[in-house]
């Protein structure tokens, strides 16, 4: 292996000797990056876990290698996201550094015939077999990937070599022939056959040009929140851990000594023993940490759409950690939908029945926040007192409607805490028909909120939280 | 029990459990393996009904282990898991030894005799070497998860009146969750993860056949396709492996040829525990299979 300081392949090569520890080291470092809880401890048991298996095996080694540092699904998926990247561009970048490439040796493959190439694909993708669709991938660059040196941009080529050879998941006539119709294939494995497309077209692209595309964290869309609900809940369920802990400590500090405590007879009995069997001395039942109750309020109408499906994930990682949480949707009207999230696991499923049968929209399908406010007071003003905390999920755009702000701030007034998250940038606030201004002076806090990041900010303010008198 | 030779690699660890009857995939047998290897816990996640607590069962067989098990449920608390004193017992000890100084009796009662031991503290003592099954841990509450730390990361448990107990053979933990709340990052830590999923075709084929050998091959097939199916849609309870199984066997004892409407549709509830998931079924799945006669069942 040459010096390190004489790669051009990134800053991570100085971090150590080179060789599989640092790699590793790097690989972890990646995945905390993208926020992958990865400690100390979990690095020192996946060595320990890669000291069981042979090296050689790139099953076993992932695996391993998972097992020990991703520990949950989510997790999991960054995780197969980055090693494919970190430990291919790791021997890539090894092979351009001892200057190793099969560029010379490589035959032409302009002879072969298009069809057979075409029929040995279909039958590798159905069989699924890795080793063939990666051989075949390379076999399919070579004959017409690289004509005039393809598009230089990874994805086009892959596109493009996928409609030549008729690859497609629906059953259509090729244009060729329309007698035997090929049997469709499943998605699933096409994506594998195009995922050694692009590897291939990669690792042609590094070759060529001898340097690696610059290293960038995953795509903010890859892992962003408000379009693709199920993709990145982790984070979501992250900062509301934080914010359980937060919100569980608050307001304990006053709690009452004594009252309300009820006996434990078992442990009562048990203690009688010091003073043979009679039991002078009671025992009562530890008092649990009394936990916080929770209101949320979560607009659905179309003007958060896109919000929605956000709002709803912090709907259910706040389901997830608390036991005492009532939630509502509402466009027009309110209505709870504790149940669903009690009894629904499955984020999509819940957002599905939410809209079934949330039952929220009157006729017009814009949000009445007057209404709701009405309605949620009359449903539950009994409940609602200086320990419980509301939290309102919404846009506050009454759509011309009376905002009546009074009752908000009878709400306000009962509850403890309330606070507003507000899928809008600040910036618009108060615009149009946002009564933003109204609501915000009865309110604990009012913040923007429409990632991960604000949400944690939230969190932060929360915890510094200041009850209100 | 004899203790079986301790699996070398991955590959004899999958044989091992295949022997025990269950068919693991490459990443449950990479994990036992590890899990043996290592001495640390496994941590399962995964949808109800792909094999959790199996694994652990099909472990403690391969391995030659006892299993010790520990259903957990809301409320469940130390002195049902751990350890509690046998208060009777004590009592008896001091009522009975009546002239026996205080100090003799003191060091007497809190002794191991009478200690009630409960599956984790079971787990700890045993001699022989066990595999201890936790299963549903998520159904528990997170001050019981913090209790376990102890136990999972040292394999001891402190009592106030005895001091440490530590295990004099390693346990190999397994805990199962069905994923229906996140469990804490530190207890995470200390396990290995191994996420399952309902397996492939050709895995769960396998895993009907090593079940119901006298199923014929294509009948088999057949029955996982209609189950994967099942699966496919929006269904409240997705069917498990488990049912699987079944469905196979009572497909055997009906004596059926083919899975066809009729057939579905008195077998289904098999499978389908729900009533609208029933309607469900019968009317996405039902209709794609093939009619027994001309006229469908009504």
Known sequence: MSAAGASPFGPRAEAGPPGLAAKLLGFCDELRDEGVAVGTSEILDAFAALEQVPWTSQDDFREALAATVAKSQEDRRLFELLFERWFFRAAESEAIERGVGERGERQEGGQLDIDELREQVRQAIVEGRDGQMRDLARLAIAAFGRQGEGSGVVGVDVQRIRRTLGLSTRTQPSTEDGGAEPPPIDREQLNRFERHLRRELERDLIERTSTLPPSRPLADLDRALPTSPTQDLAAVHRAVSQMKRRLATLGHEQRGRRSGLTVD???????????????????????????????????????????????????????????????????????????????????????????????????????????????????????????????????????????????????????GRLFWLNPEPKLYWNYGDSVMAAYERHCDGAFECWTTRHLESFVNVVAGGVPRD | MDAAPAPESVAEMKEALARAQYLADESAALVSFLAQRLGKPILVEGPAGVGKTELAKAFSRATGRELVRLQCYEGLDEAKALYEWNYRKQLLRIQAGGESGWEEVHGDIFSEEFLLERPLMKAIASSEPVVLLIDEIDKTDQEFEAMLLELLSDFQITIP??????????????????????????????????????????????????????????????????????????????????????????????????????TFAQSMSIIVKHRTDIDLVAERVGLKLPGASAQAPG
């Open chain 1, 265 to 415: 007879v078992r442990r009562t009995m048990r203690a009688s023993l010091e003073t043979g069997g009679v039991p002078l001395r009671l025992r009562h039942r530890p008092k649990r940490p009394r936990r916080p109750e929770i209101y949320v309020l979560c607009d659905v109408s179309t003007s958060v759409t896109s919000a929605s499906v956000f709002f709803l994930s912090v709907l259910h990682a706040l389901h997830d950690s608390f036991r005492k949480l009532r939630s509502f949707v509402f466009i027009e009207r309110i209505s709870e939908v504790t149940d669903v999230f009690e009894h629904e696991r499955d984020f999509r499923a819940i957002a599905d029945r939410i809209s079934s049968e949330g039952g929220v929209a009157d006729v017009s399908g814009y949000t009445d926040y007057g209404r709701v406010w009405l309605e949620f007071l009359t449903e539950i003003s009994d409940d609602l007192d200086p320990r419980s905390t509301v939290i309102v999920l919404g846009d506050a755009r009454t759509n011309g409607r009376e905002p009546h702000t009074e009752v908000f701030a009878e709400i306000a007034s009962r509850a």
């Open chain 2, 161 to 262: 009146e005895l001091g440490q107990v530590s295990a004099s053979s390693m346990p190999i933990v397994v805990l199962t969750s069905n994923n229906s709340r996140e469990l804490t990052e530190a207890l995470k830590r200390r396990c290995l993860y191994l996420w399952l999923d309902y397996p492939e075709l050709e895995r769960e084929m396998e895993i009907v056949r090593l079940h119901a050998p006298d199923l014929t091959e294509a009948l088999t097939q057949r029955l996982v396709e209609v189950v994967r199916m099942v699966r496919a849609l929006d269904v409240k309870k997705p069917p498990s492996i488990a049912e699987s199984i079944d469905w196979a066997r009572t497909l055997l004892l009906m004596g059926a040829e083919d899975i066809d409407r009729e």
